[in-house]
């Protein structure tokens, strides 16, 4: 079993910046894959970031050049900066977690953007 546990959201500004954290506890040893998703109202959830075991990155084409998705091993915790946020930016966003086949989902942290 993982546990996922996300933190950083809030409220902001257009243009402005947050850093989403995940910070993973439990059986984590055999992680494949990590990720960010997101889910605004009305719309599906959707992956917008990602990272292998050997640190490499995947984003949607939404998010990239403004977003970038990084972990600490250490401290068992992954990242996301997000800058120059949009109002469409505004979603639940969720931590991810695959292992061995099994998915993992953290409870979800809102981000909201508006002036």
């Known amino acids: 079993q993982v546990q996922l546990v996300e933190s950083g959201g809030g409220l902001v500004q257009p243009g402005g910046s947050l850093r989403l954290s995940c910070a993973a506890s439990?059986?984590?040893?055999?992680?494949?894959?990590m990720g960010w998703y997101r889910q605004a109202p009305g719309k599906p959830r959707e992956l917008i970031a990602g990272?292998?075991?050997?640190?490499?990155?995947n984003y949607a084409d939404s998010v990239k050049g403004r977003f970038t998705i990084s972990r600490d091993k250490s401290k068992r915790t992954v990242y996301m900066q997000m800058k120059s946020l949009k109002p469409d930016d505004t979603a639940v966003y969720y931590c991810?977690?695959?292992?061995?086949?099994?998915?993992?989902w953290g409870q979800g942290t809102q981000v909201t953007v508006s002036s």
């Open positions: 439990g059986s984590i040893f055999s992680i494949n894959y």
């Open positions: 991810y977690a695959a292992q061995n086949g099994y998915d993992y």
């Open positions: 990272i292998t075991n050997s640190d490499t990155t």
